[in-house]
């Protein structure tokens, strides 16, 4: 199995930027596909980002195309998460994933490890 911690949120100003990481041990990184998923008070969790074992192919939520992105470091066991140009509606526990899989996968329950998740706050 592996371990999966979350680090980087934080309050920020609408406009701005934060960078997510996520920090794996246990089992290869490598062999795991990675997601990135978010959850508001009193909504879904719902996907936000996906990147293959390799790194080579990637997939972004509509809602947060072109200000987001996904990518890894296998060497370093992490993946990130860099969010720029952020508005109050992407507020959420966000939570990174994985899964002992090639690809990836854009539905919460098709990932079998998860972090403990990290706040991101946006203010207006």
């Known amino acids: 199995q592996v371990q999966l911690v979350e680090s980087g949120g934080g309050l920020v100003q609408a406009g701005g930027s934060l960078r997510l990481s996520c920090a794996a041990s246990?089992?290869?990184?490598?062999?795991?596909?990675m997601g990135w998923f978010r959850q508001a008070p009193g909504k879904e969790r719902e996907f936000v980002a996906a990147?293959?074992?390799?790194?080579?192919?990637?997939y972004y939520a509509d809602s947060v195309k072109g200000r987001f992105t996904i990518s890894r470091d296998n060497a370093k066991n992490t993946v990130y998460l860099q969010m720029n140009s952020l508005k109050p509606e992407d507020t959420a526990v966000y939570y990174c994933?994985?899964?002992?899989?090639?690809?990836?996968?854009?539905?919460?329950?098709?990932?079998?490890?998860w972090g403990q998740g990290t706040q991101v706050t946006v203010s207006s």
């Open positions: 994933a994985a899964r002992a899989a090639p690809n990836y996968g854009l539905n919460h329950y098709e990932y079998a490890y």
């Open positions: 246990g089992r290869t990184f490598s062999s795991y596909a």
């Open positions: 990147i293959t074992r390799s790194g080579s192919n990637i």
